[in-house]
């Protein structure tokens, strides 16, 4: 007799993943495959990320779920977190830091500290991206940008 281990997973569907990842503000990014919501190519990134994927259609994807895992509407889990924070913001985040940067750098911005003469660096900050010192918190210089 052939014993079936019932997986428990949950579905991550786009409308789910949209509602997310519009917590990063993120929104019509043309490269950002949260933002295309492409989920296949999100199945893709979510197996870099170290989640098994065990089945992708058109408007979602099914992730396995152990850590943690308390049946409710679809599942609550420690993978649920953990895909929260990366679709929510940090990613994004990163990502968004990393376009400035690049900006920045095509513009010849000095990113040389002019108190200190320490690296600037692209920060998110509540009123938004600036570009903050890594002497920081000996070095206070900032500058919009
Ligand atoms: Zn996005
Ligand atoms: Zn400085």
């Keep these: 007799m052939t014993y079936i281990k019932k997986e428990k997973a949950f579905n991550l569907t786009a409308t789910k993943l949209k509602h997310w990842h519009h917590y990063a503000k993120h929104i019509n990014n043309p490269d950002c495959i949260f933002c295309t919501c492409d989920m296949y190519k999100i199945?893709?990134?979510?197996?870099?990320?170290g989640f098994e994927v065990l089945d992708v259609g058109h408007a979602w994807v099914k992730i396995k779920a152990e850590k943690n895992y308390k049946p409710f509407h679809g599942g609550t889990t420690d993978e649920i977190n953990?895909?929260?924070?990366?679709?929510?913001?940090?990613?994004?985040?990163?990502?968004?830091?990393?376009?400035?940067?690049?900006?920045?750098?095509?513009?010849?911005?000095?990113?040389?500290?002019?108190?200190?003469?320490?690296?600037?660096k692209v920060r998110n900050g509540p009123y938004g991206f600036f570009l903050g010192c890594t002497g920081y918190p000996k070095c206070r210089y900032t500058k919009n940008i």
């Design 82 to 120: 953990l895909l929260f924070n990366i679709i929510s913001g940090k990613k994004a985040v990163q990502d968004q830091v990393k376009i400035k940067t690049e900006e920045l750098r095509k513009n010849n911005e000095p990113m040389i500290c002019p108190q200190c003469g320490k690296t600037l």
């Design 43 to 49: 199945a893709e990134f979510l197996k870099e990320q």
